[in-house]
């Protein structure tokens, strides 16, 4: 159900509490100090001080929540809540879990966790960096207040102590723009097989794009809120990319596009040819963007030589092959497409796909199981450049 900042509170505290006699300082909700939504280039920074110290990885147990809502500027109408949440088993990181809120008269949304980064400064601070696009959010302003909530069973307070805190008291309101990224920077090593990270993240990537199916595929990946990666081949840009449009929606969507040759040749042998074919589609890519300049690059078939990893960084790419290939390509179904890359998913994963060069339509299938699964299995998505750590450049 859509419902304004407070009424998607209401859900949480909606029934009467019960009270209980005086016997010990009375549990309660976390009390804000301070915090802050801004848009930072692609992302969004959440920062909350508190009044005292807190463990998040202690809020459940304490029946506790700490949360950010947020609201559509105009109707009010809720988004949804992204709430801090403990490390997952094993870890030692925060988590951000987020619940959209319900259609009209239907219940919230089942919660999933998000890729984020979060960070803490103080015993009494948090802050929490996301794309808007993982939380379902164009870049287009919103109304938030941050929120914490005692559950019903330990909410015992004689005194009446309210079981949940609003702050600020009145939606603040969060101008979001649709950021201009003009590049990243290639960092680290000049090639990259594959990672192993402590993190449940995973990167997806599509090759040999844009193609006619490539709405499709934003258009899912949107709707499940994650974000990938996109190598596209130069010559198909003129022809499949709408004038630009695939690609500036493609950066506003906030995933990432890397450069994957002009004509799909080979060009192991690097020199010249491979020069040409890397910086005409650099140049295309930047064309169709309004100024975006990559710093990733796929060669063909994951053809590489040392000589061509070196022209490459060369030329400021980073070099990215995979370590899960489902060969969709082949056509194998798409029940075998999801099977591999279930069977192989690991923390840290490259997963290449394919949005063009043939019917996608089995790979486009296989997408919805493949995400819910991974999300279950505690997996977030991620970009390359968020994989690897590497900063986007904006004008």
């Known amino acids: 159900m859509r419902v304004v900042l407070v009424g998607l509170m209401a859900a949480v505290i909606a029934a009467p509490l019960a009270h209980a006699s005086f016997r010990a300082p009375a549990p309660a909700p976390l009390e804000v100090q301070t915090a802050s939504l801004r848009q930072s280039g692609q992302d969004l920074v959440w920062s909350v001080e508190l009044r005292a110290p807190f463990s998040p990885g202690a809020l459940r147990a304490a029946g506790r929540?700490?949360?950010?809502?947020?609201?559509?500027?105009?109707?009010?109408?809720?988004?949804?809540?992204?709430?801090?949440?403990?490390?997952?088993?094993?870890?030692?990181?925060?988590?951000?879990?987020?619940?959209?809120?319900?259609?009209?008269?239907?219940?919230?949304?089942?919660?999933?966790?998000?890729?984020?980064?979060?960070?803490?400064?103080?015993?009494?601070?948090?802050?929490?960096?996301?794309?808007?696009?993982?939380?379902?959010?164009?870049?287009?302003?919103?109304?938030?207040?941050?929120?914490?909530?005692?559950?019903?069973?330990?909410?015992?307070?004689?005194?009446?102590?309210?079981?949940?805190?609003?702050?600020?008291?009145?939606?603040?309101?969060?101008?979001?723009?649709?950021?201009?990224?003009?590049?990243c920077t290639a960092t680290g090593p000049a090639f990259i097989p594959g990672i192993t990270t402590p993190r449940r993240e995973i990167a997806l990537t599509f090759d040999d794009g844009p193609w006619y199916q490539t709405p499709q595929f934003l258009a899912l990946l949107k709707r499940y809120r994650v974000a990938a990666t996109f190598f596209e081949i130069g010559e198909h840009i003129s022809q499949y990319g709408e004038g630009g449009a695939i690609e500036r929606r493609m950066l506003a969507d906030g995933d990432m596009i890397g450069d994957h040759t002009w004509s799909h040749i080979n060009v192991t042998g690097a020199g010249p040819l491979a020069a040409g074919q890397i910086e005409e589609t650099a140049d295309a890519i930047r064309q169709a963007t309004g100024g975006f300049t990559p710093c990733l690059f796929r060669a063909p078939d994951g053809n590489v030589s040392p000589a061509l990893i070196a022209e490459a960084r060369s030329l400021g790419f980073t070099t990215i092959q995979w370590d899960i290939d489902p060969r969709d390509w082949a056509l194998p179904g798409s029940g075998e497409i999801e099977g591999n890359v279930l069977a192989n998913a690991h923390p840290g994963a490259i997963v290449i796909m394919h949005d063009g060069g043939g019917d996608r339509s089995q790979t486009l299938a296989a997408l919805p199981d493949i995400i819910d699964t991974l999300r279950r299995r505690g997996y977030t998505f991620v970009t390359i450049t968020q994989l690897l750590g590497m900063q986007l450049i904006y004008r």
């Open 65 to 183: 929540s700490l949360c950010l809502v947020i609201a559509h500027v105009g109707d009010g109408a809720g988004s949804g809540q992204l709430c801090l949440i403990g490390p997952r088993p094993g870890g030692r990181t925060p988590q951000l879990q987020y619940r959209p809120a319900g259609g009209t008269g239907g219940a919230a949304g089942e919660p999933s966790t998000i890729a984020g980064r979060v960070s803490r400064a103080s015993p009494r601070q948090l802050t929490a960096i996301f794309l808007p696009s993982a939380i379902g959010l164009a870049y287009t302003s919103v109304r938030w207040q941050v929120t914490s909530t005692l559950a019903r069973s330990h909410c015992v307070t004689p005194q009446a102590a309210p079981c949940v805190t609003l702050w600020p008291a009145t939606g603040a309101l969060a101008r979001l723009h649709t950021p201009r990224p003009s590049g």
